[in-house]
Nanobody
Framework: QVQLEESGGGLVQAGGSLSLSCAAS????????MTWFRQAPGKEREFVAG????????IHADSVKGRFTISRDNAKNTVYLQMNSLKPEDTAVYYC????????????????????WGQGTQVTVSS
């Protein structure tokens, strides 16, 4: 079992930055793929960024590429999402998700592939 808790959301003006954190408790964090998804009102949950358990593979959605960066610290059982140059369309609830994975080079990008979810943190970007 893995428990996930996000933090760092808030209100920011367009062009600003926020840093999200997701702290995991439980065992074997270092063998879990960690990913950020987001869901805006009336829209489906979408993949934002994911990192393999080794940290060797990082994938970012095209909509955030060059602006957001995912990273992880296995010693601290934490995954991060640095968000720069925020836009109003980035407004959403951001969720952290985890799934065990044997390969150190795999990132799962579909929400159905994840077993564990945090409660989410709201990010609001004003224009």
């Amino acid at each position: 079992q893995v428990q996930l808790e996000e933090s760092g959301g808030g209100l920011v003006q367009a062009g600003g930055s926020l840093s999200l954190s997701c702290a995991a408790s439980g065992h074997s964090f270092s063998s879990y793929v960690m990913t950020w998804f987001r869901q805006a009102p009336g829209k489906e949950r979408e993949f934002v960024a994911g990192v393999s358990w080794s940290g060797a593979i990082r994938i970012h959605a095209d909509s955030v590429k060059g602006r957001f960066t995912i990273s992880r610290d296995n010693a601290k059982n934490t995954v991060y999402l640095q968000m720069n140059s925020l836009k109003p369309e980035d407004t959403a609830v951001y969720y952290c998700a985890a799934v065990a994975q044997e390969s150190p080079f795999v990132v799962v990008t579909t929400s159905r592939g994840y077993d564990y979810w945090g409660q989410g943190t709201q990010v609001t970007v004003s224009s």
